[in-house]
T-cell receptor, first 117, second 115 residues
Framework: AQTVTQSQPEMSVQEAETVTLSCTYDTSESDYYLFWYKQPPSRQMILVIRQEAYKQQNATENRFSVNFQKAAKSFSLKISDSQLGDAAMYFCAYKIPEEGGSEKLVFGKGTKLTVNP | DAGVIQSPRHEVTEMGQEVTLRCKPISGHNSLFWYRQTMMRGLELLIYFNNNVPIDDSGMPEDRFSAKMPNASFSTLKIQPSEPRDSAVYFC?????????????FGPGTRLTVT
């Protein structure tokens, strides 16, 4: 069964600094998708960034980037120039493609990020 | 474009009462998901539908839970009878089911408290 592990229950960062959130996953599949979702206090789940496993290039969305290490099954999220609005719970999630597989997203337990002014 | 709409946003009920949570997916999306979030168990998928048909309900905790999707624009999650351990935030999400678009869009959630 696929599992997603976020080993850091909580992290903190100073405003304008950089922080990296860790995520590892377990799968026997070769083709899959990985996601980072953000859940601010409003509790709305917001997609931050996604990565297709067949792509070697790491995904980037403005201040957010990932370090995808397929062999190591690692998918960390780097937030540069942290802002107060980045404070939230961050969830790593995994999905296998729909053909022959399910639509399920498997989520990690989350990392609570605090941004200090 | 309206996102996923859930109602109510908050629900407080007494043990034994029936609870119905409602969801309107994004127009044009053909997959719909119900999740439950608790501190202890995190985010759990309860059930998902493709083209209004339930595909996987293995996450539904027990027979007290049921979900329906009578048409492409509406789904309900019902708990009958409710119990205090059902207290959680329930999310609905939708997606367009094809390889080119696999992102799930979440609604704002319904916070359920069963006393």
């Amino acid at each position: 069964a696929q599992t997603v592990t976020q080993s850091q229950p909580e992290m903190s960062v100073q405003e304008a600094e950089t922080v990296t959130l860790s995520c590892t996953y377990d799968t026997s599949e070769s083709d899959y998708y990985l996601f980072w979702y953000k859940q601010p206090p409003s509790r709305q789940m917001i997609l931050v960034i996604r990565q297709e496993a067949y792509k070697q290039q790491n995904a980037t969305e403005n201040r957010f980037s990932v370090n995808f290490q397929k062999a190591a099954k690692s998918f960390s999220l780097k937030i540069s120039d942290s802002q107060l609005g980045d404070a939230a719970m961050y969830f790593c999630a995994y999905k296998i493609p729909e053909e022959g597989g399910s639509e399920k997203l498997v989520f990690g337990k989350g990392t609570k990020l605090t941004v200090n002014p | 474009d309206a996102g996923v709409i859930q109602s109510p946003r908050h629900e407080v009920t007494e043990m034994g009462q029936e609870v119905t949570l409602r969801c309107k997916p994004i127009s044009g999306h053909n997959s719909l998901f119900w999740y439950r979030q608790t501190m202890m168990r995190g985010l759990e998928l309860l059930i998902y539908f493709n083209n209004n048909v339930p595909i996987d309900d293995s996450g539904m905790p027990e027979d007290r839970f049921s979900a329906k999707m009578p048409n492409a624009s509406f789904s309900t999650l019902k708990i009958q009878p409710s119990e205090p351990r059902d207290s959680a935030v329930y999310f609905c999400a939708s997606s367009r089911r094809n390889r080119a678009s696999y992102e799930q869009y979440f609604g704002p959630g319904t916070r359920l408290t069963v006393t």
